[in-house]
T-cell receptor
């Protein structure tokens, strides 16, 4: 149990375009989903936390107008990188959890912006 | 603010041997969870083991066990009978309990473990 999927696994886009990444909890209802960014050889950096039906809470320094998060159901959250630029290239990971429970992670999405 | 420190950036161990990864944390909270996650080359984060702070008994999961020293704020991971598949980045993480809501994970910088044949 506790499987989280992420789609796509890799995406390459042109500068200025928008990219949507989906995160799904496949076998449980996730009250909370998290979005992380990971640079090479570094730890995970939390970008935002989202609860189903509520606005996401963004960490300091993360532009909420650039990284749009929607948590429309208990099994789906999306991250949209708007007007992507090369500096947005990174590895994005989502996680999902029930209240007061362990976070289970998706396999990640490698975004490359040309 | 909580912090998590992993003082060993890299470690190596021979296959079948035992290795211990260190983790210390700083918090004023009394109710919290501690985790070890592994991230193999595939970059999928996998839960290894979880410890609830109010439990004195150390958590174990097959070949993985922890030494949880609450007073010393130490949470080390012991891997017994190391296997090649244990080669990965290992992250220690802290999460405080916040009433009925979900706390955030605070990660250490990670320890890269290489298991050698």
């Amino acid at each position: 149990g506790a499987v989280v999927s992420q789609h796509p696994s890799r995406v390459i886009c042109k500068s200025g375009t928008s990219v949507k990444i989906e995160c799904r909890s496949l076998d449980f209802q996730a009250t909370t989903m998290f979005w992380y960014r990971q640079f090479p050889k570094q730890s995970l950096m939390l970008m935002a936390t989202s609860n189903e039906g509520s606005k996401a809470t963004y960490e300091q320094g993360v532009e909420k107008d650039k990284f749009l998060i929607n948590h429309a159901s208990l099994t789906l959250s999306t991250l949209t990188v708007t007007s992507a630029h090369p500096e947005d290239s990174s590895f994005y990971i989502c996680s999902a959890s029930r209240v007061q429970d362990t976070q289970y992670f998706g396999p990640g999405t490698r975004l490359t912006v040309l | 603010a909580q912090t998590v420190t992993q003082s060993q950036p890299e470690m190596s161990v021979q296959e079948a041997e035992t290795v211990t990864l260190s983790c210390t944390y700083d918090t004023s909270e009394s109710n919290y969870y501690l985790f070890w996650y592994k991230q193999p080359p595939s970059r999928q984060m996998i839960l290894v083991i979880r410890q609830e702070a109010y439990k004195q008994q150390n958590a174990t999961e097959n070949r993985f066990s922890v030494n949880f020293q609450k007073a010393a704020k130490s949470f080390s991971l012991k891997i017994s009978d190391s296997q090649l598949g244990d080669t990965a980045m290992y992250f220690c993480a802290f999460m405080k309990r916040i009433g009925g809501s979900q706390g955030n994970l605070i990660f250490g910088k990670g320890t890269k473990l290489s298991v050698k044949p």
